[in-house]
């Protein structure tokens, strides 16, 4: 078979847990999670790569990966289907030598598939994860990366000192080359943080996952084994400043936060934006939305699909939902096909897909100051039950 | 048995709207064009090869179908045609339906032979409605009739003239029969879907082409059902049916969307409409909206107020804009403080701040694609 020589392509690691994302990903990978009113997780990294020119993904899933997998399909929506693109889903497979079996850390899944990447004869492979919110061109950070000659470089953002300890961060000269890397240290020396987005000379990137997986001790990690170990060897590596919107929606505060960022008339991080920043989704077929002469909404996005019949203030409300008769919805995240009957009012909350809120039930509440942060969560599918209260911080 | 679907395209003309593109390619309902029901309609249907004939004006028609991913009708084998005049030896624009079919003769006999068996349906883009074609399908067999036609009661009013009106004895068989005419209201009307046998068809259209008789419904169906040559069913469907035929009536059936039974009916009364994909993000709801009784499609900016109106993709309503009764297509802008009623913006529109359209509900104002008002 032929495969056309890739300058450069990207590999998504998509098979986290999610695990602090809880109900949420109980039955879902977290790239699967539903954000922005119509679109994934994945969506925007999927994006990213096409809109910065990579037409080559491969997507590492291991995790609930049902509903992901059916996602992706054959990668038609973001373009990825044509005769020299490829949106290829690669879960872990039985083989007869190492690379046989489940992935065992970050690594070792791109290690267990040297395989396809190799296909592509890739001078460059970008490393990609499936658990951020932002827009970047992938593309300049590849032409920094050439143009600085380096074996490795990690898009870097500065984050406030007090929260440094969260990340890995890189220690750099004036240059930006990178002298240090620390994996969430104690009493970090700077302030500039891994975003977790790495551009490897293939060739270096290589030969390092055939040694690390020599390593006994190795946890075969990008953060604790293969970058550390790239240094330690002398190859040059390079910061890659980003200065844009990110966010990490790895827990339900932040996820929660993500969606409310991208509300108002100059939103924290702006869904639309200019030709080469569309974040491209599976779209449902589902009709326009219908807006009760009753229903009241403020400063919120509504997708397609929807009937509103209540009131929808400072809210997220996503495909084909129904919000009933004098329903409240406030400072929430609704999921597709969530319905809210009428009465039921739904407060600092988020709602996973095609769950229910049954008849004059209250969800959640940040009545008083002090419960402000706490956010209540239903599953896929749950049900709260008519005259029922789901408590601030309760999850279902 | 294969069945074959072809749709008719240029049927009405709706005035500006039909200036530039088919009535196939009107956009209805705030994401749609008409021809989506068409296709839809078809495509659940397991219909997998479609001839889509149309006259003039076809550009944006084939832009909105394309190779008919979003139907699912992008086949190896089958899938979509586009059957244009001039992609044959003719260089003559059509007369009628049946020289149409009669110029994508090549269309009908692709591949094999017909099988006896074989059937082709046939519907306009003018008549919107979400029907089950596999049932009028399994009628038409039951039947045993040469032809079946769908019809919708209620629509014959002594008022609107139909382009083919039957009446029913009391079993439902074909008692009489008018083409082009303002029948009464104990005639019902054609929704101009059809069922044939396709051999039988292939024949009939050379048959009568040669006799230079090019009119389906003046000359195939009702000719022959007069002559005694041809029994004709009847397929009542009992759901919404919008004849969008005039200007009055896109625009009464666009605002009667807003009615929940309609709307039920008409996007997923038995199955789903598809239509092309566009990646708009969700519609944002600014904090001095005021959004009433409306359909609103996806990626709007809303911050004025709009009442009984439908709005298209990528719509901006400024703030203090009033709108009411109204059809605002796809990236129109209604700026501050302009007020609205009774208009149809097309694709495009810039309202400038402060303008004032007011129309009528039998003659709303329509404002061309492109405009700044």
């Not at chain 1, 990966?65 to 929506?77: F, K, V, W």
């Not at chain 1, 002090?370 to 749950?382: F, L, M, N, W, Y």
């Not at chain 2, 309609?41 to 979003?70: F, K, P, T, W």
């Not at chain 2, 694709?347 to 329509?366: D, E, F, Q, R, S």
């Amino acid at each position: 078979m032929y495969f056309q020589k890739k300058r450069v392509i990207a590999m998504l690691l998509a098979g986290g847990q999610g695990s602090r994302l809880h109900v949420l990903t109980r039955k879902t990978a977290k790239p699967a999670v539903p954000f922005g009113g119509k679109y994934r997780i994945i969506d925007f990294p999927l994006s990213n790569c096409v809109n910065s020119g990579i037409d080559t993904v491969g997507i590492l899933t291991q995790y609930q990966p049902l509903e992901l997998n059916e996602y992706i399909g054959n990668g038609q929506p973001w373009g990825l289907n044509k005769t020299h693109s490829c949106a290829q889903v690669l879960p872990p497979y039985e083989r007869n030598d190492k690379k046989s079996g489940w992935f065992e850390g970050t690594a070792n899944a791109i290690y267990k598939n040297i395989d396809f990447v190799d296909r592509f004869d890739p001078d460059y492979v970008v490393i990609l994860s499936g658990d951020h919110i932002y827009k970047m061109d992938y593309n300049a950070m590849v032409e920094y990366h050439v143009a600085h000659n380096a074996a490795c470089t990690i898009a870097v953002r500065n984050v406030p000192l007090a929260e440094a300890s969260r990340f890995g961060i890189l220690n750099t000269n004036p240059d930006n080359s990178i002298y240090e890397f620390e994996e969430k240290p104690a009493k970090p020396k700077s302030t500039n943080a891994s975003m977790g987005i790495y551009c490897f000379s293939w060739s270096v990137l290589r030969e390092a996952l055939i040694a690390d997986e020599e390593d006994p001790n190795s946890s075969k990690d990008f953060g604790k084994n293969i970058i550390p170990n790239l240094l330690n060897a002398g190859h040059k590596m390079m910061a890659y400043n980003f200065d844009g919107y990110w966010k990490d929606v790895g827990t339900i505060d932040s996820l929660w936060e993500a969606n409310m960022e991208t509300l108002g008339k100059n939103p924290e991080f702006d869904l639309r934006g200019g030709k080469r920043e569309t974040i491209y989704a599976r779209n449902s077929a589902l009709p326009s939305s219908y807006i009760d002469e009753d229903a009241k909404i403020v400063n919120s996005f509504v997708a397609e699909g929807c009937e509103v019949y209540g009131k929808v203030l400072h809210s997220v409300i996503s495909v084909g939902c129904t919000i009933g008769e004098d329903a409240v919805v406030e400072d929430s995240v609704v999921m597709p096909g969530v319905v809210i009957e009428s009465g039921a009012i739904v407060r600092h909350a988020i709602l996973g897909e095609d769950s229910k809120v049954c008849k004059n039930a209250v969800v959640g509440g940040a009545f008083a100051e002090d419960e402000k942060k706490k956010i209540s969560v239903t599953s896929k599918g749950a049900v709260v039950e008519a005259n029922t209260v789901l408590l601030p911080g309760d999850m279902l | 048995m294969n069945v074959t679907g072809i749709i008719f395209t240029n049927d009405a003309s709706l005035g500006e709207l039909t200036n530039k593109r088919t009535s196939g390619s009107i956009p209805f309902g705030g994401r749609y064009r008409q021809i989506d029901w068409a296709l839809s309609n078809m495509s659940c249907a397991g219909i997998r090869h479609i001839g889509i004939i149309s006259r003039h004006s076809y550009q944006s028609l084939m832009h909105h179908v394309g190779d008919g991913e979003e139907w699912g009708l992008e086949l190896e084998e089958g899938g979509l045609e586009f059957l244009t005049p001039y992609a044959t030896n003719t260089t003559d624009k059509y007369r009628g339906k049946l020289e149409s079919v009669y110029n994508a003769m090549d269309f009908l006999e692709f591949s094999d032979e017909a099988d006896d068996d074989d059937l082709v349906v046939m519907t306009d883009s003018a008549v919107l409605a979400n029907v089950d074609l596999k049932a009028v399908i399994d009628a038409h067999i039951a039947s045993g009739k040469q032809v079946t036609v769908v019809t919708k009661a209620g629509i014959a009013n002594g008022e609107k003239k139909l382009d083919l009106a039957l009446k029913l004895d009391e079993n439902g068989e074909v008692a009489d029969m008018v083409v082009d005419y303002v029948a009464s209201d104990d005639y019902v009307a054609s929704m101009d879907i059809f069922v044939l046998n396709k051999k039988k068809l292939i024949k009939w259209v050379k048959d009568m082409v040669a006799r230079d008789k090019y009119h389906m419904d003046r000359d195939l169906v009702m000719g022959g059902w007069r002559r005694g040559q041809i029994g004709v069913n009847v397929y009542p469907f009992e759901g919404v049916a919008l004849f969008n035929e005039s200007v009055e009536e896109y625009f009464a059936n666009s605002l009667s969307l807003i009615k929940k039974d309609v709307r039920h009916d008409i996007f997923n009364g038995r199955h789903p409409v598809y239509t092309k994909v566009r990646d708009r993000v969700p519609t944002y709801y600014g904090e001095d909206c005021d959004i009433e009784n409306s359909l609103i499609a996806d990626g709007c900016m809303l911050d004025g107020e709009v009442e009984d109106s439908v709005l298209f993709r990528q719509v901006t309503i400024e703030k203090d804009a009033e709108v009411e009764n109204c059809i605002i297509m796809n990236d129109s802008v209604v700026g501050e403080g302009a007020e609205l009623k009774y208009v149809i913006l097309d694709k495009n529109v810039t309202v400038t701040p402060g303008a004032k359209l007011i129309g009528t509900k039998k003659n709303p104002i329509i404002v061309k694609r492109g405009e700044t008002v």
